[in-house]
């Protein structure tokens, strides 16, 4: 094999979006050589999907919010099973995170006094999501990486990691990667690694994901040696176009139920009043009179059932179709034409007009749009701990929606930025750290840069099938039997197809030469995308309960008295994905009372 490129850096950041740019920066700041390796180009990572806004309790439209709010909706949310002090981190700092992005030259939308304005979400008790337009993810992507950029972060785009390194200790100390334009191979040595990498949704065949949402980063760190937590909770969007077929499972943000959108089904009936669950039956209204009453801003009655927890939104959106009670392509209607005026639609939702526009030939200040529910993100995913963003190996940290245990089993719309912000940030600070305490120069163990090498080259002198057909085989297995609704016979189907693939992907057949081969990419994201099925399917089985993201059809109630005190974790062992329970860590008392009457 010829000579390998090689770098040598302090801090590998893998992945250029929020939550890796924003990692950079600190350590960056903090005197760490740091590297960001990104699989697409700068500036088109997953982050802009985030349009609605940054949940953050500045209290510019309530002053009455605070984090205190903000972490019991987060629980909530949750369902209880979220990391705690991961849940306090967020809505204790979120605030500073977006007033740091505004000196940075962030443009928020505003009140009439000049403060940022804050818009209304699903599961959030007050306006508090900061935004721009239904833009923000974007312009959050533009700052950290102007940011990043001006400080001389260093960055690889067009690179595809395919394994970690482990260090003489069982530490990760770098990477291998290849380079998608020429398929030729990277080294990079680095003394602290960090997952920055984004979601999975390309596992399953409806989603909101681009195509660089392959689970890379989870599988990554399952490879080296670190565990997964609650990988069965899977967010399914409630709001992605249905039609055209080409633009399925775009986004459509949450923020235009937060501007006064409603659904309703195909005999133009509000029908989310009949899906208002005893959670939240006391915040929620159950009369179109109260919940337009609340959207005229006298806030004197219950939030709109449209603004429920997406969990709640999605599965009551999924019942009325297969109630026969859908739209023409397979969804419902959202209509935010006969809520607000042309003029104030085209102000403040700008992408989803001229998107429904250019895709769909609809017009939303006419028109109804076809939504339904779309694979949108992972809260499961690498067990750090909460306050440094430590994995269990040494050396490798994770930030972002890669990381587990902020969201528990659902994740309110909004808290996706935040999250990034807060959880980069501190990922960036304590890597650096790590890597500054440690001496000398990292040396790499070139027979495992062979191994990695020869094995991501295997596929083009194998003689299996091509890598397409077997990702739509997943793809539609995935969709179909580890969907929104679960059944343990289907979990179990789906377990032994996986099995099934396992052997067809170590056989896949790739044509051609190494120069930008996109068979070949796909066959390497395969074995990340199959990792993570395996994860998500196996976490499925052992969760005999319904709970946020994950709804069992045979076990249709929560469990508090047992799997509301478990994490799934998942292991590989002798190359095999087991899952274990693990207790989840005890709230303080002061956090406990937050949740009580009257609070």
């Known amino acids: 094999m010829p000579e390998l490129e090689r770098h040598d850096v302090d801090v590998l950041i893998i992945g250029a979006g929020g939550s ?33 806004g940054v949940a953050a309790a500045l209290g510019n439209v309530w002053p009455e919010d605070n984090w205190e709010v903000h972490f019991r909706d987060t629980m909530r949310g949750g369902k209880l099973l979220n990391n705690w002090r991961m849940a306090q981190l967020h809505a204790q700092e979120a605030p500073e995170r977006v007033l740091e992005l505004e000196e ?22 007050y306006a508090r999501l900061a935004h721009v337009g239904d833009r923000t993810g974007l312009e959050l992507l533009r700052t950290v990486q102007q940011r990043s950029v001006s400080l001389g ?35 990079f040595s680095a003394k602290a690694v960090v997952l920055a990498s984004g979601g999975i949704g390309k596992t399953w065949k409806f989603t909101s994901n681009s195509w660089e949402s392959t689970g890379d980063g989870h599988a990554l760190a399952l490879w080296a040696g670190a565990d997964l937590i609650d990988m069965e909770f899977v967010q399914f969007h409630p709001t992605g176009m249905v039609w055209p077929p080409s633009a399925r499972g775009i986004l ?76 023409p392509h397979g969804g419902v209607f959202l209509d935010i034409a006969s809520r607000r005026s042309a003029e104030d639609i085209k102000r403040r939702l700008p992408s989803m007009y001229h998107q429904f526009k250019e895709l769909a030939d609809v017009d939303i200040t006419s028109e109804p749009m076809e ?53 980069g ?24 840069v062979d191994a990695v090498c020869n094995e991501a080259l295997g596929c083009f002198s194998a003689e299996g099938e091509n890598p397409y057909a077997l990702h739509q085989d997943l793809q539609e297995t995935m969709q179909a039997l580890v969907g929104i609704i679960r059944t343990e016979s289907e979990l179990i189907q789906a377990k032994e197809r996986l099995e099934g693939f396992a052997e067809r992907a170590a056989a896949v057949s790739v044509e051609g030469h190494r120069q930008f081969n996109p068979g070949w990419h796909l066959a390497l994201d395969l074995q990340s995308m199959l990792a993570v099925a395996n994860c998500t399917t196996g976490s499925a089985i052992e969760r005999k309960e319904s709970r946020g993201g994950h709804t069992r059809d045979d076990y249709r109630e929560s469990d508090p008295d047992h799997f509301g005190k478990v994490n799934m974790v998942s292991r590989l062992h002798d190359g095999v994905v087991e899952v274990s329970e693990s207790p989840l860590p005890t709230m303080p008392e002061e956090l406990q009372a937050l949740f009580e009457e009257g609070h």
């Not at 962030?106 to 008790?125: E, N």
Request: glycine share 14%; net charge neutral; with cysteine.
């Open 153 to 187: 972060v260093e960055v690889f785009m067009e690179c595809k990691i395919i394994r970690l390194l482990h260090g003489p200790s069982g530490e990760v100390n770098g990477a291998v990667g290849l380079w998608r334009e020429s398929g030729r191979f990277v080294v």
């Open 104 to 125: 940075w030259g962030a443009l928020f939308d505003r009140t009439p006094d000049g403060r940022i304005l804050q818009r209304d979400f699903g599961g959030h008790r």
């Open 371 to 423: 939504v339904g529910p779309t694979c949108h993100y992972v809260m499961g995913g690498v067990r750090v701990d909460g306050d440094t963003t430590a994995s269990t190996v040494a050396g490798l940290y994770a930030c972002g929606e890669v990381a587990g245990g902020m969201h528990g089993a659902n994740r309110l719309g909004g808290n996706s930025l935040s999250d990034l912000l807060v959880f």
């Open 425 to 448: 940030q501190r990922a960036g600070r304590y890597a650096a750290e790590h890597a500054l305490g440690i001496k000398g120069t990292t040396i790499v163990d070139e027979a495992q």
């Open 252 to 327: 459509v943000t949450e923020g235009v139920r937060g501007d006064g959108g409603v659904l309703r089904n195909s005999e133009g009936r509000r029908f989310m009043f009949d899906y208002i669950p005893d959670f939240y039956a006391k915040e929620t209204a159950d009369s179109e009179a109260e919940a337009d009453q609340w959207y005229g801003n006298k806030r004197d009655f219950r939030r709109p059932p449209e603004l429920l927890p997406r969990d709640e939104v999605a599965r009551s959106i999924n019942a009325e179709v297969k109630a026969g009670r859908g739209s």
């Open 20 to 52: 890796g740019l924003r990692a950079a920066i600190d350590a960056s700041a903090t005197g760490a050589r740091t590297a960001v390796v990104c699989k697409s180009l700068l500036g088109k990572a997953h982050t802009v999907m985030a349009e609605g």
